[in-house]
C-alpha cells in the first residue's frame, strides 16, 4: 500500500474514476464531524475505497503565532488548540518552559494540576460519549453526559473564571488559589458520578443496537496503530501500552495508583470501553488527591520575564486525546525560536482512512466517532 | 539507555554522523542522503518503530528537519537531525517506514517547502491549494495579514 512512488502531479490526481465509483464529501459543515472537518470519499456501491480528509477550515497558525509571544503569552493560546482538555494542554506548555528554566513547581501546584487535568479528563470523554452516542442515533444519553459535565464545567468557573479556555497553569505552578467551596465541590461530584455513571452504562454499554454498530468496526492492529503514531485511548484500545502517565510520568503522577486502561480489540466498541474505564479511574486518582492537598504556596516565584537558555526542550503529556508533545527551540531569547505541538488528533486522524477502507459508509461514523477527533487540535 | 552504546551504533551506522548532547535525549545528525537508509536499519534493529514528531525548523541560513523515535519497548529515544539546502531542500520520504510520516511530512511540504521524494500523496494539507509561498519560514510575508515578529 505505502510502497515507494514518484510525486504526484495533478494529472495523476486528477484522474478520471473507474465505472462505478462515485465521490461524495463529508464536511465540512457535517453533524457528524463536530468542527469542521472535510473528507472526500470514494466509494464503490456502499463501500469505501478512499478516504482523503482535507483539513484547515480552522488553522490559525498557532505554531507561528507562538514564536511571537513570550513565555508567559503563548500558553494561552494552546487552550484554543484541543479546547476540550484545555488544562492539559497548558500544562504541557507551562511544563516545557519551567524544564528550560529548571524551575521546581511546589507541590501543593503539582496536587492541584493533576485535580485538575482527571476532571478535564472526565468532562472530555463524557462530552465525547454523548456525542458519539447522538452520531449513532442514540440522542438520550447526551443529556445524561452533560449533567455531569455541566457540574465540572461549574466547578472550573468557580476557581478558574472560565468553563472551557481556563488559562489557569503558569510556568511555576497555577494562577490563583482554589476556590474555599473546591474541595467540598469536587467531593459531592465524585459522589454524584458513581452513582450516575451506572445509568449510562445501562442506556450505552449494553445496548445491543450499540453494541451491532460498534463491534469489530473500524479495527486498527497494535503494529498499525505504532505505526500511524496514534496514541490516548485510541492506541490502547489497540494493546499499545503507551500511557505517558505511566511511561514517563509527569507532575506527580509516579505517586499514585491508577491502572493503565488496555484492550486487544481494537475495534470502535474498544475504544468505547477504554474511555468508560479511564473515567474510573480519572476518579479514583481524583480520590486519593482531594483529601491530601498540601499546604504551602501554590506558584513558584519566577520573574517577570523568562527567558529560556539556548537549546531544545521537549515535554509531553496524556490529553484525553492521546499524547501532546511540545517542542521549544530556543536561540536564548524571551520569545520561543520555533514552536511544534505534536497533537494527538493529527495523527489519530491519519489512520481513519487505513481504518475505514474496505467498510460500508454507515460505519464510518462509528469508526469516525470513536476516534474522538477534535478538528481545533488537528489544524492548529 | 546509554549514550555511549548509541554513539557507537550511530557512528558504525553513518561515518558522518555527529553527534549533540546536553538535552534529554542523543541528537544525531546525518547527511540527507543516507537517511532513509539509517531509517530501514534503526527500525529493525534498534526497534524504533514509534516517529512520534516530525518537524523542520529554519534557521535563515538552512533547514533542518527534526525526527524524533523511540521504541515502544525500550522507551529509548533519540533524535535524527537532518540539514537541508534552504535554496532546494530535498529529503527521502521515510511514510513507507513509520506511515504517521505520510500526513506530518505533507505538513512539512507545505510549511517550508521541503520536498519528499517518493511521498505517495504529496499535497497540501492544511493550506488552500493555490496558497504561495512557506508560511513557517522565518523570511515569510503575508501581504494581507502580516503579523510583524
Known amino acids: 500500500m505505502y510502497s515507494e512512488t514518484t510525486i504526484v502531479t495533478p494529472d495523476v490526481l486528477q484522474q478520471p474514476l473507474q465505472e462505478g465509483q462515485l465521490v461524495i464529501n463529508?464536511?465540512?459543515?457535517?453533524?457528524?464531524?463536530?468542527?469542521?472537518?472535510?473528507?472526500?470519499?470514494?466509494?464503490?456501491?456502499?463501500?469505501i475505497i478512499k478516504i482523503e480528509p482535507h483539513l484547515g477550515y480552522i488553522h490559525r497558525s498557532i505554531e507561528k503565532m507562538s514564536e511571537s509571544l513570550t513565555y508567559r503569552q503563548f500558553i494561552y493560546v494552546t487552550s484554543r488548540m484541543d479546547y476540550l482538555s484545555a488544562h492539559i494542554n497548558n500544562l504541557a506548555c507551562a511544563m516545557c518552559v519551567e524544564k528550560g528554566m529548571q524551575l521546581e513547581v511546589p507541590d501543593r501546584a503539582q496536587v492541584i494540576r493533576i485535580i485538575m487535568s482527571e476532571l478535564t479528563r472526565i468532562a472530555s470523554h463524557e462530552l465525547w460519549i454523548g456525542a458519539m452516542a447522538m452520531d449513532l442515533g442514540a440522542f438520550t444519553p447526551f443529556f445524561y453526559t452533560f449533567r455531569e459535565r455541566e457540574t465540572i464545567n461549574d466547578i472550573m468557573e468557580q476557581t478558574c473564571g472560565a468553563r472551557l479556555t481556563m488559562n489557569y497553569m503558569v510556568p511555576g505552578g497555577v494562577m490563583y488559589d482554589l476556590h474555599p467551596e473546591f474541595v467540598a465541590r469536587v467531593k459531592s461530584f465524585v459522589v454524584q458520578f458513581k452513582s450516575k455513571v451506572s445509568e449510562l452504562e445501562d442506556l450505552v454499554t449494553d445496548n445491543i443496537i450499540f453494541r451491532n454498530r460498534t463491534v469489530g468496526v473500524g479495527v486498527l492492529s497494535k503494529a498499525d496503530a505504532i505505526s500511524y503514531g496514534c496514541t490516548g485511548p485510541v492506541a490502547r484500545a489497540s494493546g499499545v501500552d503507551g500511557d505517558i502517565r505511566k511511561r514517563f510520568p509527569y507532575s506527580g503522577y509516579e505517586k499514585l495508583q491508577f491502572e493503565q486502561c488496555l484492550d486487544s480489540a481494537g475495534d470502535s466498541f474498544a475504544r468505547y470501553i477504554v474511555r468508560i474505564r479511564e473515567m474510573y479511574q480519572s476518579i479514583h486518582i481524583i480520590e486519593q488527591l482531594i483529601d491530601a492537598i498540601p499546604e504551602g504556596e501554590f506558584q513558584a516565584k519566577t520573574k517577570a520575564v523568562i527567558k529560556l537558555p539556548k537549546g531544545e526542550f521537549y515535554t509531553r503529556v496524556e490529553t484525553a486525546r492521546g499524547e501532546l508533545g511540545v517542542y521549544i527551540v530556543s536561540e536564548?531569547?524571551?520569545?520561543?525560536y520555533r514552536i511544534k505541538y505534536r497533537s494527538p488528533g493529527f495523527s489519530n486522524l491519519s489512520a481513519l482512512n487505513h481504518m475505514a477502507k474496505g467498510s460500508k459508509i454507515g460505519d464510518l461514523m462509528a469508526t469516525m466517532g470513536t476516534l474522538d477527533l477534535v478538528i481545533p487540535d488537528i489544524d492548529r | 539507555m546509554d549514550t555511549e552504546v548509541?554513539?557507537?551504533?550511530?557512528?558504525?551506522?553513518?561515518?558522518?554522523?555527529t553527534f549533540e548532547e546536553g538535552g534529554e535525549w542523543l541528537m544525531v545528525q546525518v547527511?540527507?542522503?543516507?537517511?532513509?537508509?539509517?531509517?530501514?536499519?534503526?527500525?529493525?534493529?534498534?526497534n524504533y518503530d514509534f516517529l512520534f514528531c516530525v518537524t523542520c525548523v529554519d534557521f535563515k541560513t538552512h533547514l533542518t528537519m527534526v525526527y524524533h523515535l523511540r521504541g515502544m519497548q525500550t522507551d529509548e529515544t533519540v533524535v535524527i537531525k537532518i540539514q537541508l539546502n534552504r535554496d532546494q531542500p530535498v529529503v527521502e520520504t521515510v511514510s513507507d517506514i513509520w506511515r504517521t510520516a505520510e500526513f506530518h511530512e505533507r505538513e512539512a511540504y507545505e510549511m517550508f517547502g521541503v520536498q519528499f521524494t517518493g511521498h505517495p500523496d504529496l499535497r497540501k494539507l492544511i493550506l488552500p491549494d493555490d496558497f504561495e509561498g512557506f508560511p513557517m519560514r522565518k523570511d515569510f510575508e503575508d501581504p494581507i495579514n502580516m503579523i510583524k515578529l
Open chain 1, 26 to 47: 463529508v464536511g465540512p459543515q457535517h453533524p457528524a464531524t463536530h468542527g469542521v472537518l472535510h473528507l472526500v470519499i470514494t466509494l464503490e456501491g456502499e463501500t
Open chain 1, 332 to 336: 536564548g531569547g524571551t520569545t520561543p
Open chain 2, 6 to 17: 548509541l554513539k557507537t551504533y550511530f557512528s558504525a551506522l553513518e561515518p558522518l554522523a
Open chain 2, 31 to 46: 547527511p540527507a542522503e543516507n537517511w532513509k537508509n539509517i531509517a530501514r536499519k534503526v527500525i529493525t534493529e534498534r
